[in-house]
């Protein structure tokens, strides 16, 4: 295996840890990961972060409802520059056909339904960029909301098992303490 592999592999476990671990309630650190995965497929790159650090702290303050900003900011790795053409690609695919519907003929770029793959749709400069940007975050929203969900779920559960392990051990150590010692 590559050093490479190995380094990441270990800050993944890490990070892993970290997030379950963590001081927070479940509830609290599943739905910071929610948020992080929901803004994660907003075509947004580069801001993601410091918008999931900032959602999740205007909640903390307007609702009194504790995110996990740890798990926020780990939810939005989902992510990176690894994976952003094949999510963003995906975000594409489920929104373009809503936005095609939701823009006049005049805003549509003519032709884009007979090349759906051409790089000219991309172009940011015609009339189709606008397209593009309301497809990306249409579908982007929509897969957004069942990521958040099934992320939500997912770390709950690991959380629960992970705190539910560490009572067991805090107890069994404290019965072991509490046992007399054996006499020679």
């Known amino acids: 295996m590559s050093s490479w592999w190995k380094v990441a592999k270990k800050k993944l476990r890490r990070a892993h840890v970290s997030i379950l671990r963590g001081a927070g309630a479940p509830e609290e650190i599943a739905a910071g990961m929610a948020l992080g995965l929901f803004i994660a497929l907003l075509p947004i790159m580069g801001l993601q972060l410091p918008l999931a650090l900032f959602v999740a702290e205007v909640l903390r303050r307007v609702t009194h409802f504790q995110l996990s900003r740890v798990a926020a900011a780990t ?19 489920v929104g373009r056909p809503i936005a095609h519907r939701l823009l006049p003929a005049s805003q549509q770029q003519a032709g884009v339904e007979a090349a759906a793959f051409d790089l000219s749709t991309f172009s940011f400069s015609g009339p189709g960029a606008l397209e593009v940007m309301l497809g990306l975050v249409i579908g982007g929203v929509l897969l957004g909301v069942p990521t958040a969900w099934v992320g939500y779920r997912i770390t709950y559960g690991m959380v629960v098992r992970q705190h539910e392990r560490r009572e067991e051990r805090r107890a069994r150590r404290q019965s072991r303490a509490m046992r007399p010692a054996p006499e020679v």
Request: overall charge neutral; proline content about 11%.
């Open 75 to 93: 939810g939005v790795w989902l992510n990176n520059p690894v994976t952003a053409a094949p999510v963003y690609g995906l975000c594409y695919l």
